[in-house]
């Protein structure tokens, strides 16, 4: 719980203190490749919802 605490509050810090620092460019460069963005996060949700399906299938066939 604690790793996965951590996995999503340090990037955020970060990108407080980045955007802190660098707010006008970074806004500008999250605006420009938002599409490409969303593909890649979309490419690796689907990713890891195979590997998820992929292990838990013996678990799964056992109620279907």
Do not use: C, K, Q
Not at 2 to 20: A, D, K, N
Not at 31 to 57: K, V
């Amino acid at each position: 719980f604690l790793v996965f605490g951590l996995g999503f509050g340090i990037p955020l810090l970060v990108l407080s203190f980045v955007s802190m620092i660098r707010g006008a460019w970074l806004t500008r460069f999250f605006a420009e490749r938002h599409a490409l963005m969303n593909r890649i996060a979309g490419i690796i949700l689907i990713l890891l919802g195979l590997g998820d399906l992929r292990t838990n299938l013996p678990a799964l066939r056992l109620y279907f």
